[in-house]
Structures are given as C-alpha cells and as structure tokens.
C-alpha cells in the first residue's frame, strides 16, 4: 500500500514536532530552576550561615605577622662590666607599589615636641592633611639625615620590597613611624657590640654577619645567650597601615640569658698588655699568660698576644681567633720537674732533702744526659736539683719512679687529657702510654720533654700544688641570669686529690728555693713571698720534621704563705740567645697587679730557704 505524503500527513508531523520541542523547553526550564535554586541555596549558606568563613578568610589576607626578635644575652667580666651585648637596630624598607599611593592618603598632622596628633579644636577630630610625594620624601630625608634624591630613589618604582636605610636606632624608626607614610615599614634586627673590643677577644668570641656564633664564650654558650623570638599579628589596609580598630595580638619575646665570667676585664687588659710586650720584645710567634685563682680554678685573666677585636674580625689573622692557651699543645720543659719532685716525695722515696751526687754529665741505658750551665761533681739536695733545674738530677732521681709511677702521676696532674674549660678548640695535649716510650722518652718525660701540654694545662699543674694538692677544673663562667631577673650561680667542679697536703707544701718550698736559692730576684715582688719554675724545651717545626726553635716558660704562684694565685707565661720561638730570655720580669708585673688589685696581705712569715748542697 502507499504511504501517505500529502498536507494531512506533514500537518501530523509539525504537531509531534512541537510537542516535542515544547517537552525540552519545559525539562531546560526545570533544569535551570534546579540550578538557580541551588546557587541560591549556596549563597542563603554563604550569606546566611557562613559568615565567619568569609571573614576568616577575610581577615587572613589582611593578617601581618612580625616577628619580635629576642634579645641575645650578654656576657658581662666578675665585676659586671659589659663584654658582648646586642642592641636592637632597625632596616627601613618601602612597598614602591603603596608608596605610589601617598598623595591619595590622608595623613594626621603632628604635634613636633610630642609625635602626637593634633585635635581641631573647632571639629574635635583630628587634623588631617595632604602631602605630595615629594612632600613625603623629604619627610623621611630629614628624619634620616640622607639626601633627597638618594630617598626617592630607594621609593619610586614598582619593586614590593626595597631597603630604603639600613641600622637604624630605635629613635629614628619611632620618627619614621610617627610619619604614618603608606609603604614604608620597619625590620627589626638585633646587632653585637663588644664594648671592650679587643680585651678577652678569642675568650669571647664573636657572631658572623648572619647572627652565627664562630668562636669563644658566644659560641659554647650560644643556647644559653640565644632568646625565643615573639611575634606581633595585625590587620593592615592595602596601603600597609595598622588598621587601628582591629585587634593586636603579641606574642612577647624571651630574651637570652646573660654569662657572667671570672675574667677580671682590667686584669684580662693588664696581661694582654705584658703578653703583647713579650712578643714584642722577643720577636716570638705568641704569648701566653694566665691568671689563676688557687682555691677556686677560676681564670682571672687568659691573655694571649695578638688578640683580635670581635667588633672587626677580618682585620685580623686567622690564626688569631682562637685561644692558644687552650688550643696549643708545647713541650713544657723543666716545669715539669715539680711534678717528678712531688711525685717522688708523694710515693716516699725522697724528701726535698734527699742527697744526690750529681755527675757534669749523665749516661743511663745509653742515653746521654747533660745540663745548662757547666758543672763539676756536686753533692746536691732533691730541692736543689729543682731550684737549678738540672736535667742530670731530675733523671738520677727520677728513676726511682717506675715507668708506670711517671706516667700515673702525669696524668694525676691532668697532662694528657683536656680540662673541660667551655672554650671551643681545646687540645688534651699528647702523652703517649708509658708501655710505647722509647729509650730517651722514658726519661725525658721527667723533665718535661717528649710529652705537651697546654698553657692551660701546666697552670693547672701548678693550682694544684699551691692548693694542697687538690686540683680543680678551670672555671671560666661564673653565673647565668635569666630572662627573668634571676640568677644561677655554677657550683666548682669538685676537686681531684693528686698529692697530700704535706707533699704540696714540700714542693711549694723547692719552688721558692728557685727565688730564695738563686740570683732570679726578679721574680721576687716587695713585701709578698713567691714562688715558680722556669721553663725550656725545643718547639717541634710546624711540618712534623725535627724541630726550628725553642718554648721558654714561667709558672709561679704567691704569696708562698697562703697561696691566692697562680701565673703562668709561656713564650713560643722567641728569638735570640734562649738562655739570656726570661719572663720573671713579666711575671713580678702581672703578678704585683693581680695581689694589689686584689687586696691581698702582704706575706707575715720569713722565706723559706731550703739548702741546695749537703756537706
């Protein structure tokens, strides 16, 4: 049958046609009131419901948050005068973006005596004013003392961060501030002074250029000295400015503890000076001299020769910036021989008055021995073998010690192992076991050579001999005081019992045979008993190989009746004739200003004068 295609049929057709176009409209019309309803349903939420979100989110972007630095403890001498401190500077810096807002900001005219803004007594508001950008530029040039066109430079332009000045003090950044000038902030930053410059430089110590601790007291007590930084969150406008409605929340800053030391500052100075003098005078590689307090191990003074200024450390040498007192091992010489002595008196098998006949020349298990002045055969005293520092002696009596006694005993005495004094770089100095010493070793040791110590360590040799054979550690801080107010004072270290008290008195009196019994007067100080030992032994060349030079030494204490302190100077490669150099002139100076400023009691007992010869 054929199809039906005449006008009924395309008529049927345009009907099914619109019926269907009129069902899309009608699901497109409900389509796009479901998603109108929820968009109006999604800001019913925002706007009804969820407000704080948006002003959560609001406020975040308005939200700065500065950091309060804290303030780096100082460290201060025994008598409080400041050797470090930190002082708080400021960075000015422009948003050049905000500046450029200036002219178009309303600006609050200040009283000039006061920095505070003004009222208009006729409309009880506060005056207000309009500045042009160069206005605003001299405003900052006259507040900073810079030029005009060096400060328009540094805030015109499209940078969001530039420095327009750098170390500002806190009064000027308080000016700048009071300006209210949109864009321009402030960066607080703390800087080290070290008001005494060079006194006690390598025992301070010094920061790098980006707050670093590198050396000394800064560097041991860094987490001591170190504060918490705060914070400080505000609301700022897009200009930059603290909206003044809204709420300032301060997390304040701990500042660092303060350290105090035991270095007296003008004692520290007076034996810089005489360390410096020595050098000077001998021509030598460095100097060495300390000042030691008996009953307590505190250091008074640590002094070495070239000592750099915190304040400007790369003008000086860099092997400068450490202590050599503490960092520089050296054969100590016939210092030593007071610990062979006292060794040898502790054990029982001498007395200061033991008798000894001394050949010009000594030769022991093929090893030959001599000394430094030319001499006969001498029937001589153990205290007069100390007092004239013969090495023929030393050995002949020495020997009495068993290999295992000498080495015991020297490490009694602290050699061969660090102190513990809190300065960084100390050496422990070298003493090999006494089962790898060779044939010479065996006996050089007992005179001081063949083994190295630290300045720092003979001194403490000789605290424990003037402190009845108790010796202490080294003490170099005194106290810390907290953030707080309050203080912590450290206790001593206890002590270690090298010798008995009877056995420290007997070689205090050989010690003072050294002044008593020859003619090295000058170490004897008017109306105070001393006491000491001199020093002599071959430097080792810095390549290992043999040796280019010699160590010379003084180590004494006083008064002899009740011993207070302890000094000790030590001379590296001095130059010219060895045996024609001495530190006891060096010594009587340091010493004589130590006992005075201290107010110690002239001595009330006679010398003691033990014999060097029996008959």
């Known amino acids: 049958m054929a199809q039906n295609s005449g006008p009924d049929a395309r008529s049927a057709t345009a009907q099914e046609l619109n019926k269907l176009g009129r069902v899309r409209v009608r699901w497109g019309f409900i389509a796009m009131m479901a998603i109108l309803l929820v968009i ?18 609001a406020e975040n972007q308005r939200t700065v948050e500065q950091t309060l630095p804290a303030v780096r403890g100082k460290i201060i001498d025994s008598k409080g005068k400041v050797l470090a401190e930190s002082i ?13 807002e200036f002219p178009d900001y309303d600006h609050l005219v200040l009283d000039p005596k006061t920095g505070e ?33 060096e400060i328009k430079k540094a805030v015109t332009g499209d940078r969001v961060h530039n420095y327009v000045a750098m170390d500002v003090s806190p009064l000027i950044e308080k000016k700048i501030g009071d300006l209210r000038i949109p864009g321009i902030y402030s960066e607080a930053v703390t800087k080290r002074v070290y008001p005494m410059g060079a006194v006690g430089g390598p025992i301070v110590g010094f920061l790098d250029g980006e707050g670093k601790a590198l050396a000394g007291i800064e560097q041991t007590m860094n987490d001591k000295l170190t504060g918490t930084d705060g914070t400080r969150t505000y609301q700022a406008g897009k200009n930059g400015i603290i909206i003044p409605t809204a709420p300032v929340r301060t997390v304040p800053a701990v500042d660092g503890e303060s350290v105090k030391l035991t270095i007296d500052q003008d004692i520290q100075f007076y034996a810089q000076q005489a360390a410096q003098q020595q050098k000077e005078q ?80 000594l030769t022991i298990d093929g090893q030959n021995f001599s000394d430094s002045f030319t001499h006969g055969t001498e029937k001589r005293t153990l205290s007069g073998i100390i007092t004239d520092s013969m090495n023929t002696g030393t050995v002949m009596a020495g020997s009495r010690l068993s290999l295992q006694q000498r080495y015991d005993y020297m490490r ?97 009196d050989m010690l003072e045979g050294v ?52 000094v000790g100077i030590t001379v590296q490669r001095p130059q010219g004739n060895v045996y024609g150099i001495t530190q006891g002139y060096t010594f009587n100076q340091v010493m004589g200003q130590v006992l005075r400023s201290n107010d110690v009691p002239p001595s009330t007992t006679p010398p003691v004068k033990l014999p060097k010869f029996y008959k």
């Open 40 to 57: 109006a349903g999604r800001l019913v939420m925002v706007q009804g419901f969820d407000t704080s979100k948006m002003a959560e989110a």
């Open 282 to 361: 001998y021509n030598a590689q460095w100097v060495s001299i300390t000042v030691t307090e008996v009953k307590t191990g505190k250091m008074i003074a640590i002094a070495d020769s070239d000592s750099y200024d915190p304040n400007n450390v790369g003008a000086s040498d860099p092997s400068n910036i450490g202590s050599r007192t503490v960092s520089s091992a050296v054969e100590p010489g016939s210092t030593s021989k007071i610990m062979t002595a006292s060794a040898l008196v502790e054990e029982g098998l001498a007395t200061p008055m033991s008798e000894f006949l001394v050949p010009p020349t």
């Open 412 to 508: 009694k005495f602290g050699v061969g192992e660090k102190t513990g004094i809190p300065l960084p770089g100390e050496s422990p100095g070298i003493l090999a076991d006494w089962k790898n010493w060779d044939g010479r070793q065996q006996y050089t040791v007992l005179f001081g050579q063949g083994v190295a110590q630290t300045p720092l360590q003979t001194t403490m040799v000789f605290q424990t001999i003037a402190n009845n054979g108790v010796r202490l550690k080294p003490a170099i801080i005194d106290s810390f005081t907290h953030a707080d107010g309050t203080v912590e004072t450290l206790p001593q270290a206890p002590g270690v019992k090298v010798i008995s008290p009877k056995t420290a008195q007997d070689a205090r």
């Open 88 to 100: 708080i500077r400021y960075n000015i810096t422009v948003s050049q973006v905000n500046f450029n």
């Open 117 to 149: 803004a003004i009222v208009d007594p006729a409309t009880g508001k506060w005056k207000i004013v309009n500045y042009t950008t160069d206005e605003g530029i001299e405003q900052l040039a006259e507040v900073l003392g810079l030029p005009f066109e």
């Open 515 to 566: 002044v008593t019994m020859t003619d090295y007067k000058v170490v004897g100080i008017p109306g105070y008993r001393t006491g000491g030992k001199t020093g002599t032994a071959e430097a080792p060349a810095d390549n290992g190989v043999g040796f280019d030079g010699y160590t010379t030494s003084f180590y004494g204490m006083a008064p002899m009746d009740d011993p207070r302190y302890v």
